[in-house]
């Protein structure tokens, strides 16, 4: 039990080094190519905040455990929005702009889509499929919105990093899954809800890191972009990978994350139409945080 925990705590704090290497050497390509800094937060930072997530699940996927690689993605993006971005607004409050708004309206439209091929019980390899290219989608639409600004970078500076994050976000997510699989089955708790508890939560650090850092720093739209990106990859390419490397089960547990997590994400549409997101409404997405995931439980 205790090399169980041990090897559990490793995979949470090898994934938030590693990915905070991995998204220092994404940000460096970013302004290598010369990309806006909102393609930094929501393509360039997103994904690579979200890598733990990709490798997690699909690994889980892999290994039989479609459960966790079901939660994580759920419980990711439930973390995001409700206790990331809520802490990160409540103590540095940001303004939003049409951009970021814009993209919360195709969140949402990705979050009921995902929703409604979960609803049959299991995602298959074909839907699977369909999230991926929904995901290039998203991207081509993100990429040729938004114009490059500025180039520069030494290419060592950009290869390293990301290399030895990728090397560590794969390692750390293997030592993850394994502990939290072997945790659920000690205590006899559904995969399910492991991974939208202790695998969600351990894979989201990066975002939270990052969010805040953002936020203190006034890079609203990296902050904003960080979490609407990170989100739509959760659910596509995420969930995509992972049912393409085998079919998943939606248990009721998911079902009910993913209704909190559709709650969550009209919330947020809610109060960035505000074009503001202040010290209260952060207060009450991080309020919510806990009555969401008891309620994906009740």
């Known amino acids: ?12 704090l090898m994934l938030a080094y590693a990915s ?43 290994r039989g455990s ?28 940001a303004t939003t702009k049409g951009v970021e708004l814009r993209n919360a309206v ?21 839907e699977g499929a369909l999230l991926v290219l929904v995901f290039l989608a998203y ?16 290419r060592g500076r950009v290869v390293l990093p990301t290399a030895a994050g990728l090397a560590g976000v794969l390692l750390g997510s293997v030592l993850l899954v394994d502990s939290a699989a072997q945790l659920a089955r000690d205590f006899g708790i559904p995969e399910s809800v492991i991974g939208l508890t202790v695998v969600a939560f351990g894979t989201s650090l990066p975002e939270l890191a990052v969010s805040v850092v ?10 904003i972009g960080n979490v609407l990106g990170s989100n739509v990859f959760n659910l596509t390419l995420v969930l995509g990978a992972a049912a393409l490397a085998g079919a998943l089960p939606v248990d009721a547990a998911g ?16 109060f960035m139409h505000g074009r503001r997101l202040g010290r209260l409404k952060g207060a009450v997405m991080l309020a919510l945080y806990p009555l969401f995931l008891w309620l994906a439980y009740a």
């Open 1 to 12: 039990m205790l090399a169980t925990l041990a090897q559990l705590l490793l995979g949470i």
């Open 20 to 62: 905070d290497w991995l998204t220092e050497g994404c940000a460096r390509a970013a302004r290598r190519f010369g990309i806006s800094k909102f393609v930094v937060g929501a393509l360039i930072i997103g994904f690579g905040t979200s890598a733990p997530e990709l490798f997690t699940s699909v690994y889980a996927s892999l």
């Open 66 to 93: 479609g459960g966790i690689a079901v939660g994580n993605a759920v419980g990711s993006n439930l973390t995001n929005i409700a206790l990331i971005l809520g802490s990160s607004v409540l103590l540095f409050p």
């Open 106 to 126: 195709i969140c949402t439209g990705i979050t009921l889509l995902a929703w409604a091929l979960m609803l049959g019980g299991v995602l298959t390899r074909a």
């Open 139 to 154: 991207l081509a639409y993100s990429v040729s919105n938004h114009r490059a600004v500025e180039r520069g970078e030494e």
């Open 214 to 223: 953002a936020a203190r720093k006034g890079y609203t739209s990296m902050l």
């Open 255 to 270: 079902m009910r994350g993913m209704g909190m997590v559709i709650l969550a994400t009209l919330l947020l549409l809610a």
